[in-house]
């Protein structure tokens, strides 16, 4: 009985992309954002721009964590989400969408992958400005609004990473691949030769 109890449980567990290596030769994003109902049209259509531009893989966890029992679900969550995280190249924190859950996966990823702080609206940008931790996480911000490009550009820790002022999301895949090539030769790591 403990055995197959074991087996449902790997079978839960069961890994939806490649886990050895990038076989796609598409830089791997996970999408890191609050999945309630509102939020989940935002992620999506982020989500889409992301792989129709080519260039991406992404893992939306809305997407990508099977239907489990909501009693199990909080259980599984972290489990697939720190898995997710493990295999993506970069995460992308949509910041008009975050939740509290967000900072975790902020926490779990930033010594290991950069992480772009995506903004559209002003709105709930300032609640973001309180929150260090994540600000401190933070690689780079990508925004569409001039007045959030202003405010991150004189917030003490902002200023110091890069932001990016884009007209609409349309322009993100380009912004967000130039930002990872940049990050990548920093670090040294070899990167792969994507052409525009």
Same mark, same amino acid.
């Given at each position: 009985?403990?055995?197959?109890?074991?087996?449902?449980?790997?079978?839960?567990?069961?890994?939806?992309?490649?886990?050895?290596?990038?076989?796609?030769? /598409?830089?791997?994003?996970?999408?890191?954002?609050?999945?309630?109902?509102?939020?989940?049209?935002?992620?999506?259509?982020? #989500?889409?721009?992301?792989?129709?531009?080519?260039?991406?893989?992404?893992?939306?966890?809305?997407?990508?964590?099977? #239907?489990?029992?909501? #009693?199990?679900?909080?259980?599984?969550?972290?489990?697939?989400?720190?898995?997710?995280?493990?295999? #993506?190249?970069?995460?992308?924190?949509?910041?008009?969408?975050?939740?509290?859950?967000?900072?975790?996966?902020?926490?779990?990823?930033?010594?290991?992958?950069?992480? *772009?702080?995506?903004?559209?609206?002003? *709105?709930?940008?300032?609640?973001?400005?309180?929150?260090? =931790? *994540? /600000?401190?996480?933070?690689?780079?911000?990508?925004?569409?609004?001039?007045?959030?490009?202003?405010?991150?550009? /004189?917030?003490?820790? $902002?200023?110091?990473?890069?932001?990016?002022?884009?007209?609409?999301?349309?322009?993100?895949?380009?912004? =967000?691949?130039? $930002?990872?090539?940049?990050?990548?030769?920093?670090?040294?790591?070899?990167?792969?030769?994507?052409?525009?």
């Amino acid at each position: 009985m403990a055995n197959s109890k074991k087996q449902s449980e790997r079978k839960k567990l069961e890994w939806k992309f490649t886990e050895n290596g990038n076989s796609t030769g /598409k830089v791997r994003v996970y999408i890191s954002s609050t999945i309630n109902t509102q939020s989940r049209v935002t992620n999506q259509r982020v #989500a889409k721009v992301l792989q129709d531009s080519g260039f991406y893989q992404v893992c939306l966890p809305q997407d990508s964590i099977p #239907a489990i029992h909501h #009693a199990e679900l909080e259980r599984w969550a972290p489990r697939y989400c720190e898995r997710y995280i493990d295999w #993506a190249d970069i995460i992308l924190l949509l910041m008009d969408t975050y939740g509290i859950d967000c900072s975790w996966e902020v926490g779990c990823a930033h010594k290991f992958k950069p992480i *772009v702080g995506y903004v559209e609206n002003s *709105v709930n940008f300032e609640t973001h400005r309180q929150d260090w =931790m *994540v /600000k401190y996480s933070i690689s780079c911000v990508i925004t569409t609004s001039p007045e959030i490009s202003r405010l991150s550009k /004189k917030d003490k820790m $902002f200023k110091e990473i890069p932001v990016y002022r884009v007209k609409d999301a349309r322009e993100l895949p380009r912004r =967000m691949l130039s $930002f990872y090539r940049w990050k990548a030769s920093q670090a040294g790591q070899e990167m792969m030769v994507l052409r525009f």
